[in-house]
Nanobody, 119 residues
């Protein structure tokens, strides 16, 4: 299964973007899914996670209240709605299956999508 994120782009501070992550060559299966990001010169960090059912979500403190993660199992797609974007949100965003007890990634990384927040 390959995961591909899309929806990134250039946005001004305070703006919004909606990222999507779709599976190709298979399905997500019964996995919780998460978004991670990697800013220039920094390591990859956790952003948000959603359980397989979509019933529970978790967020990094830096994005809580601004970002919303959701999941459509029928479409095998995970979304990340990002509002009130800040320059520090600039990063390449990736999705992957996630271990909910530790909020750590499991499985392979797909292609990320670049989000640039700048005026």
């Amino acid at each position: 299964v390959q995961l591909q994120a899309s929806g990134g782009g250039l946005v001004q501070p305070g703006g919004s973007l909606r990222l999507s992550c779709a599976a190709s060559g298979g399905t997500f299966g019964r996995h919780a899914m998460g978004w991670f990001r990697q800013a220039p010169g920094k390591g990859r960090e956790f952003v948000a996670a959603v359980t397989w059912s979509g019933g529970s979500t978790y967020y990094a403190a830096s994005v809580k209240g601004r970002f919303t993660i959701s999941k459509d199992n029928a479409k095998d797609t995970v979304y990340l709605q990002m509002n009130s974007l800040k320059p520090e949100d600039t990063a390449v965003y990736y999705c992957t299956a996630i271990e909910m007890t530790t909020l750590t990634p499991k499985g392979s990384w797909g292609r990320g999508t670049l989000v640039t927040v700048s005026s």
